[in-house]
């Protein structure tokens, strides 16, 4: 399968190299603003066509598929011009900046017969499927905090005067969307819909939350969710039931989980030694979607994602976040 990407900063850099480990994939094209740096950028990957305009790159026969790691808020209409050409497209998280939004692409992916996916990569790691899988040795849960909390070098332009696109309301940034959809997707993922959701956003001057609270309700249980990208956290987050708890040091990895049980005083079980790079892991799940129509696995993801965005866009609005367009 051949794969286009957009957008040339690291993480895409990141997922050319899980393209280079995975089976049946190949770098064909790339797109950047500036021809200059679109040129370099292939070079630099081996790709054999480079691209500034992204209508031509979308009607392009050069790809199959393309990665989209671009800033949120353009996400929509760049997924639209490739899935409108017949291409797959794998879009960064957070996928879209609304239900509106998610819903028109994925209306426009079935009338193209093409696949849309949320690059969501701890979703597709071992060690979550492990999680996810044993959670009932933790019996009856009844307390969960899960975070993604890390000091953004970002946040020091905006310190500075400028206006980065992640804390930006122009490019749909702030915390809860860029790194609080990690353990949002988690929990949705392991508990489903929530019955409530309430945000307490730490505001920044540029409009968006440079941190937060979310509290999602359950029936016997909350769920906890710190994220910030203006200080840093040492904290594992956890999932604690009656019989015992999971701790997980990094919800964007799952790099190390483990459980143990009261009843035992000890440690019960642990995860799985990953690879480096997480992206991999999703990229070849994706392959495997395409390849072999395991519409299921699709299904599901996708409504993940919907429920995701459900939840950030309420909690956004309900804390008079609201982004370029929206008001
Ligand atoms: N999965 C993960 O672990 C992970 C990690 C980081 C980021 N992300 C996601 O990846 C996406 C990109 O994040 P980022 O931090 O890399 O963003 P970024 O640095 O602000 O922008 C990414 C790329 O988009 C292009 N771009 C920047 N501003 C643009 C504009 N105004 N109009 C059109 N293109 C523009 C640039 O490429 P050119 O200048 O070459 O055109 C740039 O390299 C976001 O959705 C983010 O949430 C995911």
Redesign the pocket.
């Known amino acids: 399968m051949r794969i286009g990407t957009?957008?040339?900063?690291?993480?895409?850099e990141?997922f050319i190299d899980a393209i280079g480990e995975v089976a049946g994939v190949e770098l064909t094209a790339v797109?950047?603003?500036?021809s200059e740096?679109?040129e370099d950028?292939a070079r630099k990957h081996g790709a054999g066509h480079y691209f500034t305009a992204l209508q031509e790159m979308a009607k392009s026969s050069q790809m199959d598929c393309v990665y989209?790691?671009?800033?949120?808020s353009?996400?929509f209409e760049q997924a639209v011009a490739f899935l409108k050409n017949g291409k797959h497209v794998i879009c960064?998280?957070?996928m879209f900046a609304s239900l509106k939004e998610f819903e028109g692409a994925h209306r426009i992916a079935e009338e193209n017969g093409v696949y849309l996916f949320e690059?969501?990569?701890n979703l597709y790691t071992p060690n979550f499927q492990k999680v996810k899988g044993r959670l009932d040795d933790v019996g009856e849960v009844r307390n969960v905090l899960l975070h993604r909390m890390k000091y953004s070098s970002?946040y020091d332009e905006l310190l500075a005067g400028k206006e980065?696109?992640?804390f930006s309301r122009k490019?749909a940034g702030g915390a809860l969307?860029?790194l609080g959809v990690y353990p949002i997707a988690v929990a949705v993922a392991l508990f489903g819909k929530p019955l409530d959701v309430k945000y307490t956003p730490v505001m920044l001057s540029s409009g968006v939350d440079g941190s937060g609270t979310l509290v999602l309700s359950y029936q016997g249980y909350v769920c906890t969710i710190l994220c910030s990208k203006i200080s840093t956290s040492n904290l594992e987050s956890e999932i604690q039931g009656e019989a015992g708890t999971i701790s997980i040091d990094n919800i964007?990895s799952f790099s190390n989980v483990q459980c143990s049980l009261r009843a035992s005083k000890g440690q019960k079980w642990t995860g799985e030694s990953q690879r480096e790079n997480t992206?991999t892991y999703e990229l070849e799940s994706f392959v495997q979607i395409i390849l072999e129509g395991k519409t299921s696995t699709y299904e599901n993801m996708k409504a993940i994602s919907r429920e995701v965005l459900a939840i950030t866009e309420a909690a956004r609005k309900q804390s008079g976040i609201y982004f370029e367009g929206e008001d």
């Not at 957009?6 to 895409?12: A, C, N, P």
């Not at 989209?68 to 949120?72: K, M």
Request: glycine letters at 6%; charged letters at 20%; a positive charge.
């Open positions: 957009v957008g040339t900063s690291w993480i895409t990141s797109h950047s603003r500036t740096k679109a950028f989209i790691a671009s800033p949120n353009l996400h960064e998280k957070p690059a969501m990569r970002r980065p696109a992640i490019f969307v860029d964007g992206m």
